[in-house]
């Protein structure tokens, strides 16, 4: 019995302790879950932490970007609100109609139409963007009319107009670039809005999420659009330059014909113009023949460019002829100097040395002529007897515009072969001096300095007898007598150089007063009164100086 019990007891014992063993674990595997799922909790909200803060980031970063894509996905959003509202501001507009008028429903009617007013004009600014968000954005810029490269001045044009192709494609391209980083950053941002759902099942971030799904959707769907049509753009691109080259390649081989060919004309101007230095030795009909050769050379080259680049020269022609009208009245002393040259190159009546003498509004200009353009005649005024009585100054260039052969007077001191001219020393005598001395003495002074002249021009006259009717050739000096009020006029005319006028008559004139001042019977006249106290005294008496 005793054995019994003390089984009992040990037993009862045991009990009590595994009892009491079992309670302790009990506790610390509870302590044990209680402080796990406090650190589950901890860690969970850690972990809500971050996505949230990895939401904040990336709404920052979007916001911040300030995309293209993103405002072309707004705009078009609030076009889709704005119809909605419009929609129902409209319906409520027709069911208030029906309904019986009272003053609170005309208040609602009233703010309801201004609303009405605000919103179509919304969708009517928004209305640009249609159907589609991103309307303009995958329509590729438009580069202009492609040019055709017809001359080398287009070519420049052409290589600038692919070089704008390029430029826009790369530009389309950064497009696409923009749009996956756009993409790649809306999916982080679904990824984001699920791990928020997930951790807070009660934050109501489903809405968000849904939005960002079909952002997500729109901008794929205008992705593969883009690389579309980035392919067919690349591919019209290649299309375009490929033509812009081949048309300048063959711009630049006419244009090299062409420079050919004006090279070949130049050279041959050249050889003719050193053959005519060759042979032809007087310088007036070298040099209308050099500005022949200049002339011809570049009328040519007009006419192979005017032909070469221009598709109707037939059309051209009309053209002139209609406008030839009006410019033959706005520009008719330029038509009249061109023609003007004609006639002076053509006619022959005045080349380059010649010595000519024009008169204009009252002016005297003479001198030796430079050049004769097409629009004027180039003078270098010499120092000459109108130098001195008229005009006081010489050296000047003198720009004679061709015209004026038309309409003022110019005279040509070397016209054909002739290199003289008449020249005439006046010099009064009292009238008891002998005047026929005296003319006597004028004559064979001039002959003596105009012999060289005189000889010169019979020549010169005797060729030109084929061109012109010459009746008076007598080139010898002439000596005439006129009654003045102060005595006998003596005029001695000569023949002289016509570019040295002045010497010669210089020195004539120095010959006959000292000719005149030896002779008894010769007296040189000036402004004189004679007074007579008696008739037989009359011859015995002085001059005396008019004061």
Known sequence: MKLFLAVLLVIFTLASTLDATTKQEKLKLKEEKALQAQLDASAKEAELQNVQDELSKIKKELSRDNSIWIKSYNSFMAYQEARKSLREVRSRLDQLQDYTPSVERKLESEALQAKEKILTDQVELLKAQGTSPFVSLLKPDEAGTLPSITNPFQIVTGLSYVKRLNSQYQDYVLREDDLQELISLLERQVTVYKDLIRLN??????????????????????????????????????????????????????????????????????????????????????????????????????????????????????????????????????????????????????????????????????????????????????????????????????????????????????????????????????????????????KEICRKYSKGYTDITRKQLNKLRDRYSLKNTNVEPRIFTFIEPNGMKVSAWYLTNAYATLTLRSTISAEIVDAFNIEDDITIAYPTQMIYASPSAAKSLMPIEES
Not at 234 to 262: C, P
């Open 201 to 442: 099942p009660k934050g109501d971030y489903e809405v968000e999420l849904e939005a960002t799904l079909l952002q997500v959707e729109k901008f794929k769907l205008a992705l593969d659009t883009l690389i579309s049509t980035a392919d067919v753009y690349e591919k019209r691109i290649e299309s375009t330059e490929a033509k812009i080259n081949k048309e300048i390649k063959d711009q630049l081989y006419k244009l090299f014909n062409i420079g050919l060919v004006i090279f070949i004309l130049f050279f041959l101007s050249f050889l003719l113009k050193r053959v005519i230095k060759r042979y032809i030795l007087d310088n007036e009909r070298f040099y209308t023949a050099n500005k022949i050769l200049t002339f011809v050379n570049f009328t040519l080259i007009i006419l192979i460019l005017m032909f070469s680049y221009i598709d109707n020269v037939g059309y051209l022609a009309t053209v002139l002829g209609f406008a030839s009208a009006g410019l033959a009245i706005a520009m008719r002393d330029w038509f009249m100097s061109a023609l003007g040259w004609l006639v002076i190159v053509v006619g022959g009546s005045i080349h380059v040395g010649d010595r000519i003498r024009v008169e204009k509004d009252g002016m005297i200009y003479l001198g030796d002529v430079l050049d004769v353009s097409l629009q004027r005649i180039t003078l270098l005024e010499d120092i000459t007897l109108t130098t001195v009585m008229h005009n006081r100054r010489g050296g000047r260039i003198i720009f004679v515009p061709n015209n004026y052969i038309f309409t003022s007077l110019i005279a040509n001191y070397t016209h054909g072969s002739l290199k003289t001219v008449w020249d005439g020393i006046d010099i009064v005598i009292t009238f008891d001096s002998n005047h026929k001395k005296a003319s006597h003495i004028a």
